[in-house]
């Protein structure tokens, strides 16, 4: 008998062609989900990592309105805590890496750290430990006076308010060479620097490409130079200067006036 049906067959499923369509259609959906979805986690992380990066600015603070000195910053392999240079104690307040440490997180307390005690920032990985920088300035001191104990105080007030430089940052590396960007004066409306010679402590966080084998441009690399220069700008994936780092430091008027506040500074 003749089948009056001849589509039956082929409605009991679909073809290798119409399931191939079906896959790149989903694929397609998924993907335009995905990019939305990475911006977003993207964004959080770095509003995450401001967050950190403030509460990390107000223990440094608060370490140094409770102890007249701030921590020294912690080395590569000594954990968490902060690390004195042969003979370094906190009378003397000589650090092991003034320019180029990392957050001592065990020694502030922090509680966003790894297993070893190094602060991280918000993307979590041991190449994220956030970098921490102290001016090494003698001012009124034989040795450097914002770690030493007691040492802002017995510099006091106007050397403190008066005397250049401690650490620059700027906003660009490209147009503003270390030598030039630490001046000892600062030029008022100076677009080029931010805190120039005027920054007590810098932290670092390297952002999203700090896994990969070399920083993204002279921006970024400035950042891990081990100078008192640093470079704070809006994020940029331009070619050969891509720029993703989180910057925030405290300024010698700020830190004089939350000392001053806390009966630190006379």
């Not at 918000?122 to 994220?128: D, E, I, P, R, S």
């Not at 009124?140 to 430089?165: E, K, V």
């Not at 390297?206 to 921006?219: E, F, H, I």
């Not at 989180?246 to 009966?263: D, K, M, P, T």
Request: hydrophobic share 40%; charged share 10%.
């Amino acid at each position: 008998m003749r089948d009056s049906y001849p589509n039956r067959n082929r409605a009991k499923g679909f073809t290798l062609v119409e399931l191939a369509v079906v896959v790149v259609v989903i694929s397609l959906l998924l993907g335009a989900l995905l990019i939305p979805l990475q911006t977003q986690i993207g964004q959080r992380n770095v509003s995450d990592t401001r967050q950190r990066l403030a509460q990390i600015h107000d223990a440094l603070i608060a370490y140094a309105i409770a102890q007249g000195r701030f921590p020294c910053p912690a080395s590569a392999t000594g954990g968490g805590v902060e690390s004195f240079a042969g003979g370094g104690t906190p009378a003397n307040g000589n650090c092991l890496h003034f320019f180029d440490g990392y957050v001592p997180g065990t020694t502030l307390g922090l509680s966003n750290v790894d297993s070893q005690g190094y602060a991280l920032d918000a993307w979590g990985l041991q190449q994220n430990r956030i970098r921490y920088a102290i001016t090494n300035a003698i001012i009124g001191t034989t040795t450097p006076t914002f770690t030493q104990s007691n040492g802002m105080r017995t510099a006091g007030i106007q050397l403190l308010g008066t005397t250049y430089p401690y650490l620059s940052v700027c906003v660009s590396y490209l147009t503003i060479q270390p030598t030039a960007c630490s001046t000892i004066a600062p030029p008022t409306n100076d677009p080029n620097a931010l805190s120039r010679g005027d920054a007590v402590f810098v932290l670092v966080s390297l952002g999203k490409n700090a896994g990969t084998t070399s920083p993204g441009g002279p921006d970024e690399q400035a950042n891990l130079a081990g100078t008192p220069v640093f470079v704070s700008k809006t994020a940029s994936d331009q070619t050969a200067n891509e720029f993703d780092d989180l910057v925030l430091w405290g300024s010698r008027y700020e830190v004089i006036g939350q000392l001053v506040s806390a009966g630190q500074l006379p």
